[in-house]
């Protein structure tokens, strides 16, 4: 009840944008879920706002998932496996936000065969590889986008149009290995960026960085666990340039996350899932850079440190055909770390 799973096979039988299937575009056509209109890339889940939808890409959290202000998600479909939006109660090992939690989940590649594909958009074009590492034991898949509108904008005889920058561009890459019957590895990684700039004088960049390294043990029969190491990176940034000033105002926030999760089958209609979360963040509020001679002085407000752990159990139980039982308990504490300024004002 209240989640919603996508494939990508489903995704691709939907009529599409400029070529370009989007996840976050399909998802506001199911129940629940809606947006705010062309040029809007968020998701308004169940009256929630954006900022309270946990979005995670193989277990590492991104912050923006839009690109050209909206018009396109950071998921290449090349790259996707399958989607699961939790729109009503999210389980126990998800936490930090209201509304909803977006799990998106890699593509493992091919481990029989090599495969090279990709597509040529209005917008974009996107290229991917994936194959064996060693067949049948692991492999790997590579892919990349990008848009071209810059380059047309190059070719105008027109100096304040063929100075401005507008273009996206974003590669995922995943690779796995089985060590043996009970092991397993998994390392993947995601960066993309978009830069809009305009004749010289007003830019603004901002991208995602994520990577996670996950091994999979197989304890027994009935026990089996997931240790993740994840992390993730956003940053944006604004330059601006007036006549002799030129500088550019950045900020982003980083995160180091240590995820242990073990899945324990008591039997076919019951299950167990537990463990815990460990975040370290970092979060840098403000830098200024200004050019040499410029009027306005470089400056950078203190980073903030803070370190986030839960711990979180949960079980699901089928007791007949008719009935489907879902529970659990999340612990969460958050404790900011570091010496600092602090400023109280009456």
Not at 121 to 141: A, C, H, T, Y
């Amino acid at each position: 009840v209240g989640v919603t799973k996508l494939e990508m096979k489903e995704i691709k039988k939907i009529p599409v944008l400029f070529g370009e299937q989007d996840i976050l575009k399909t998802l506001t056509l199911t129940p629940g879920v809606k947006s705010l209109g062309e040029g809007n890339g968020g998701l308004y889940v169940r009256g929630g706002d954006n900022s309270q939808n946990l979005i995670l890409l193989d277990e590492a959290t991104v912050y923006n998932a839009s690109h050209l202000l909206g018009f396109f998600s950071t998921f290449n479909s090349d790259a996707i496996k399958d989607v699961t939006l939790y729109k009503g109660t999210a389980p126990a090992e998800f936490g930090g936000r209201l509304s909803s939690v977006l799990d998106v989940k890699m593509n493992d590649g091919n481990n029989q065969k090599f495969h090279v594909g990709g597509g040529i958009g209005l917008i974009s074009s996107r290229l991917n590889v994936e194959g064996p590492i060693v067949k049948d034991k692991g492999s790997f898949l590579i892919t990349g986008r990008r848009t071209y509108a810059d380059l047309f904008l190059k070719l105008s005889s027109n100096e304040q149009l063929n100075q401005n920058q507008l273009y996206f561009y974003d590669f995922n890459a995943k690779a796995n290995y089985k060590i043996n019957d009970k092991n397993r590895i998994f390392l993947s990684g995601y960066l993309g960026r978009d830069v809009i700039k305009i004749s010289n004088r007003f830019g603004i960049d901002w991208g995602n960085t994520t990577g996670t390294l996950r091994w999979n043990h197989l304890w027994s029969q009935k026990l089996f666990s997931n240790t993740s190491v994840v992390y993730s990176d956003y940053d944006y940034r604004v330059a601006i340039t007036r006549d002799a000033d030129e500088f550019s105002i950045t900020s982003s926030i980083r995160n180091i996350n240590l995820k242990h999760e073990f899945q324990y089958y008591l039997n076919s209609k019951h299950t167990f899932n537990f463990g815990f979360n460990s975040f370290y963040h970092t979060i840098t509020p403000g830098q200024v850079e200004a050019s040499e001679g410029s009027n306005i002085n470089a400056t950078e407000l203190q980073n903030r440190n803070a370190l986030e752990n839960a711990i979180f159990f949960s079980g699901n139980w089928k007791p007949n055909s008719r009935w489907n039982i879902e529970y659990g308990v999340r612990l969460s504490s958050f404790n900011l770390l570091g010496a600092g300024d602090f400023y109280s004002y009456n």
